[in-house]
């Protein structure tokens, strides 16, 4: 997508690309922070996904060498990243919710 030359980057998921297309469509989002924000956010909501499939494939629990019951490190993961993901929408001073 072009828009004042930028360009979305070709890394994202298709379901990241069409986050950061929709938020530059709807908000004004030209500046280099701005920019660098969007992308902070849409790889973290990227992460997120990724780790939320790992534990629908693999539980969000495992033994560990001891037979002990732990959380799935991907749990952790899916947390941190959406965590990251708000920090970074907020920080734009846009509400989470218009991703829904």
């Given at each position: ?7 979305v ?9 069409t986050m ?29 996904n ?25 749990v ?17 001073r ?7």
């Amino acid at each position: 997508m072009k828009k004042s030359g930028l360009t979305v980057p070709k890394h994202l998921s298709a379901d990241a690309k069409t986050m950061w297309r929709r938020l530059m469509e709807d908000f004004h989002l030209e500046d280099a922070a701005a920019l660098a924000l969007l992308r902070a956010a849409c790889e973290a909501f990227d992460r997120c996904n990724e780790a939320r499939q790992q534990i629908a494939k693999e539980g969000a629990t495992l033994k560990d060498r001891f037979g002990q019951v732990r959380a799935h490190p991907a749990v952790a993961v899916e947390r941190d990243a959406r965590g990251q993901m708000i920090s970074a929408l907020r920080a734009l001073r846009l509400d989470p919710g218009v991703l829904e």
